[in-house]
């Protein structure tokens, strides 16, 4: 099956802690995306990646951090920087990001980090 | 202004048709999508619709886009109560670097009732 996974599901952490959110997809996308998600709000983009070694910040980078080393593979590290860490985390993937219907993004089941 | 917007509720008796509207914001978005997320679960593309049409019809969804007004809704026949859910509208914006952001409005909660 191809798809976008995600894990853990839940995820609790101490504050102070740094903690690592997987994204793995294995529909060879070359362009993986972070979001946050908060109760009654839209997704607001954390980071993005267009390739391998290559990432860029989105709208809420600060307090997060990404690495991109292999295509299917796209971890989120939420560091103790972060002031509001609880929340709903969703990856997604795109064919590319050249434009077009290329564009269209594809969504793992999510991780709720909850910070305790 | 920036922000795609949506109503956040909607409540509709079993088996009628529901509405679900959005306003968007950049008249360039090439493309408008609605997902569909249930609960504690990440979003499902649902339809999209490319910027040069009116109308899009898949089985018991259609989409209208009104690019005069800005403005998109997604039509539910028959709804069901496996349709409740929240429906996120999403833009694309582009942005510098060739890159396409999409941009989504905070989702109608959908309620389907006996």
């Known amino acids: 099956d191809g798809g976008i996974t995600q894990s853990p599901k839940y995820l609790f952490r101490k504050e102070g802690q740094n903690v690592t959110l997987s994204c793995e997809q294995n529909?060879?996308?070359?362009?993986m995306y972070w979001y946050r998600q908060d109760p009654g709000q839209g997704l607001r983009l954390i980071y993005y990646?267009?390739?391998?070694?290559?990432?860029q910040k989105g709208d809420i980078a600060e307090g997060y951090s990404v690495s991109r080393e292999k295509k299917e593979s796209f971890p989120l590290t939420v560091t103790s920087a972060q002031k509001n860490p609880t929340a709903f985390y969703l990856c997604a993937s795109s064919p590319r990001l050249a434009g077009g219907f290329t564009d269209t993004q594809y969504f793992g089941p999510g991780t709720r980090l909850t910070v305790l | 202004g920036e922000d795609v917007e949506q109503s956040l509720f909607l409540s509709v008796r079993e088996g009628d048709s529901s509405v679900i509207n959005c306003t968007y914001t950049d008249s360039s978005s090439t493309y408008l999508y609605w997902y569909k997320q249930e609960p504690g679960a990440g979003l499902q593309l649902l339809t999209y619709i490319f910027s040069n049409m009116d109308m899009k019809q898949d089985q018991r969804l259609t989409v209208l886009l009104n690019k005069k007004d800005k403005h998109l809704s997604l039509r539910i026949a028959d709804t069901q109560t496996g349709d409740s859910a929240i429906y996120f509208c999403a833009e694309t914006r582009p942005v510098s670097g060739g890159y396409n952001k999409l941009i989504f409005g905070a989702g109608t909660r959908l309620a389907v009732h006996p």
């Open positions: 990646s267009q390739i391998v070694n290559d990432f």
């Open positions: 529909l060879n996308h070359d362009a």
